[in-house]
């Protein structure tokens, strides 16, 4: 093979998709399900109480949840005809033919099991109540799309974002060490959980005409777009603005204050999603909030770690 065919096959290659697996998984939100993690399992250093094997089975489970929460959405959207062509955003597995959705909701069984046997090793170290909050995030799960009535569908998915990418993961993953809820940790989850959202308001405002075209309403939608902006950008500020007084007013570790090392990030994000209404910038915004989410998690798990 000569140097241009050479080269041809390699730029073929390059050029070549990712596996539809990968796709559904959505790697670049996964940020959404370990920064919690990372800032529980941070108290738990802070507060002598770490455990290696509590921290392992807390970000798999996570991460199962997140990826056959990704799954079950991107079936249930196809089969309700929410991913139409002229969707802009990353390929929809299910939509586009590259997977049929019966595989695709056999992949949610797996994860589901991955989660499940998690939860049951956390409930072993803890309590079985454990498993009854397990049950809730699966229920969430497979309801956000899917379902007779799903609540994604009614302006309640930043809601569901907020309890369990918030509250439920960082409290959770707390727990998981030593069997208690310290204030720290609900104080914490609560930017946690306002950046996981904001995540969510971001992809909700690049579909939000082809959303409203099929009928799904979702936050963006029923708040319209100005107004859906400005809950992108008083989720965002909120975070910070939360993470500053509690680490101020000591109710959180001082040190978690570097979390607000992240703000400069927010600046350009904020100033694109109320400016611009273009789908590849979208997207960037949508790539941004998650790097966002995953930095304010990091500053609020060392801040958590020192003290």
Not at 12 to 41: D, E, F, I, Q, S
Not at 45 to 73: E, P
Not at 90 to 115: D, E, K, N, Q, Y
Request: some cysteine.
């Amino acid at each position: 093979m000569d140097s241009a065919a050479m080269l041809n096959e390699t730029t073929r290659m390059n050029l070549r998709p990712p596996k539809p697996w990968v796709m559904a998984a959505r790697p670049r939100t996964l940020w959404a399900a370990v920064a919690p993690v990372m800032v529980g399992g941070g108290l738990a250093i802070g507060d002598r109480v770490f455990r290696l094997d509590a921290l392992l089975a807390t970000v798999l489970c996570a991460l199962a949840l997140q990826i056959a929460a990704n799954f079950a959405n991107d079936a249930s959207d196809a089969h309700r005809g929410a991913d139409p062509e002229t969707r802009i955003g990353p390929t929809r597995v299910v939509a586009s033919g590259l997977l049929p959705g019966r595989r695709v909701w056999a992949g949610v069984a797996v994860m589901f099991g991955v989660a499940a046997l998690c939860g049951i090793y956390i409930a072993a170290i803890t309590s079985w109540a454990v498993l009854l909050v397990g049950a809730l995030a699966l229920v969430a799960t497979v309801t956000y799309t899917g379902g007779p009535s799903p609540y994604g569908y009614r302006g309640m998915g930043e809601a569901s974002v907020f309890v369990f990418f918030g509250l439920v993961a960082t409290v959770g993953s707390r727990y998981a060490h030593d069997g208690t809820m310290p204030a720290e940790a609900w104080l914490l989850a609560v930017p946690v959980g306002f950046t996981a959202s904001a995540i969510l308001v971001a992809n909700n405002i690049r579909d939000i005409d082809t959303d409203s075209m099929v009928g799904k309403r979702t936050m963006a939608v029923i708040l319209g777009r100005c107004r859906a902006q400005a809950f992108f950008v008083a989720l965002v500020g909120g975070a910070f603005g939360l993470a500053a007084v509690g680490a101020l007013l000591g109710l959180t570790p001082r040190w978690s204050a570097l979390a607000l090392l992240a703000a400069p990030l927010a600046v350009p994000l904020v100033r694109t999603i109320r400016s611009d209404s273009d789908g590849p910038a979208l997207i960037r915004v949508l790539e941004g909030t998650a790097r966002l989410h995953l930095f304010v998690g990091v500053g609020l798990a060392i801040g958590a770690a020192i003290g």
